[in-house]
């Protein structure tokens, strides 16, 4: 049998085929149909093929528990016989993954996608891993290696989009992400990766109009890609002050998908904490996030994750978070791990920097967070993610009153953010305490620009 992009596959079973065949779409696209391949695979036990890609699926839980969920799925896959070659490197990437051996994944990643640059799941999950490592470059080489060959499938050319992105390449990505829509406007990757062009290039009105038109192609996507789109229309919520628009958003798309989830759990942690520095009283929302996040336990699967679950318990003043903290403090001894350094040199931390903003020792904030900053990438994250760290750092010096150093960074800001109501609002201020009362007029009057709108 044929895939649905025409790789040969391993299969005698039509319900096994369309399994896979949803796991592959599935996984691209951002639909819920991914998980159909668990049911495909515990019935067709011998199929290595669908079975590597249930135990793959597993571990995009981004849990603890998710190597014991793969397992029994790996396990199958392993003892599959008459595999073609292409087949057998998606079973040793359910290995690898399971295993923790995220260098060596990422090597077969892109050394499969040059051997069969149609093969989707390899592409994205090669992007996947070099996006949580911080490499970038490496997430826009594996996805040129799939063309010309998959010049025909939107996906690619989302990934492309956002590789290129993510590589500080606006104009490239813009391309790619135009040329995904043209082959498939409903095409959530591309939108995502024009949502990132708009907000780093400071086109707030106009990346406000354009996601606004596609957001209807949202609602019947995995909690993760309806959740983090809407979060990026939040981010443009917020810089115009559109702040009963902004709320709505955070109660119908951002929190309550899936609670449970890593990604939605973050996703609300991030736009709460950003809400509450651009002044916004968010209730008690903070209670139900933490409330999820502390049955997570000590969970540092991923750095950049674990420190939003600390910002959350931190801010909640639950127990769990010095319990987070040990665990963290562990781990950055651990060297036994790959990702060993991004937790010694930039995880640590950081997370004595959320600690003690938590705790309101604004010097101790400062002082960490600003040797966490330089490397945060490395952690995992988009930078446009990884901005709640800054923002972080930002509140304590606001709060402790450093209104020059303020300026500096809220100035900096502003290249992306021209006329955000917050970020002028707390530029007026930093002037006003810095003696310049013309500049902070200046600025007010900008704060106000979108508000009279
Ligand atoms: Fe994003």
């Given amino acids: 049998m044929h895939d649905l992009y025409g790789l040969p596959i391993t299969c005698e079973i039509d319900a096994t085929r369309q399994g896979i065949d949803d796991f592959v779409h599935g996984f691209i696209s951002f639909q819920p149909k991914a998980a159909n391949v668990i049911d495909v695979a515990r019935a067709d036990a011998d199929n290595g093929l669908a079975n590597a890609y249930a135990a793959i699926l597993y571990m995009l839980l981004e849990a603890p528990i998710a190597p014991k969920l793969a397992a029994p799925f790996l396990a199958n896959a392993r003892k599959a016989t008459g595999l073609t070659a292409r087949e057998q490197a998606a079973v040793e990437a359910a290995r690898l993954f399971v295993a923790g051996k995220i260098p060596k994944l990422i090597e077969l990643c892109e050394a499969t996608v040059s051997a069969y640059p149609r093969d989707m799941v390899m592409l994205k999950l090669g992007q996947y891993h070099t996006f949580n490592i911080g490499d970038f470059p490496a997430m826009l080489r594996i996805a040129h290696k799939a063309q010309p060959e998959a010049a025909d499938i939107a996906y690619a050319h989302g990934m492309l989009a956002f590789g290129f992105e993510e590589c500080h390449l606006l104009d490239e990505a813009e391309a790619a992400a135009r040329h995904a829509l043209t082959i498939d406007p ?59 628009d902004l709320l709505k958003t955070y109660d119908t798309h ?7 989830y890593s990604q939605d759990q973050v996703g609300a942690v991030s736009l709460l904490a950003r809400m509450e520095f651009a002044g916004i009283n968010v209730g008690d929302r903070w209670n139900d996030v933490a409330d999820h996040i502390a049955k997570r336990g000590a969970d540092t699967v991923s750095p950049f994750l674990t420190l939003q679950y600390l910002y959350a318990l931190g801010r909640t003043g639950r127990p769990e978070a010095e319990t987070l903290l040990h665990a963290i403090e562990a781990r950055a001894e651990d060297t036994t791990q790959h990702d060993h350094a991004a937790w010694r040199d930039v995880a640590l931390w950081a997370a004595h920097g959320i600690a003690a903003h938590a705790a309101g020792d604004d010097d101790d904030a400062i002082r960490f967070l600003s040797k966490a900053l330089p490397r945060l990438a490395e952690t995992g994250g988009s930078h446009a993610q990884r901005d709640l760290f800054e923002q972080i750092h930002l509140d304590a010096l ?20 021209p006329d955000g109501v917050p970020l002028n609002r707390m530029l007026a201020d930093a002037y006003d305490k810095s003696g310049l009362p013309e500049q902070a007029n200046i600025a ?3 704060s106000r620009l979108h508000l009279a709108k």
């Fill in 186 to 244: 409903s095409e959530p990757w591309a939108h995502h990766a024009l949502a990132h062009i708009y907000l780093t290039r400071g086109q707030v009105a106009e990346g406000t109009a354009f996601l606004e038109s596609v957001a209807h192609h949202w609602s019947e996507l995995n909690s993760f890609m309806h959740s983090h789109n809407w979060w990026h229309l939040a981010l443009f919520y917020i810089s115009t002050g559109r702040t009963d």
């Fill in 444 to 446: 007010r009057k900008r």
């Fill in 398 to 417: 606001i709060r402790s009153g450093r209104s020059s150093r303020a300026q500096q960074v809220l100035e900096m800001r502003r290249s992306y953010d």
């Fill in 254 to 260: 951002v929190w309550g998908l899936a609670k449970d």
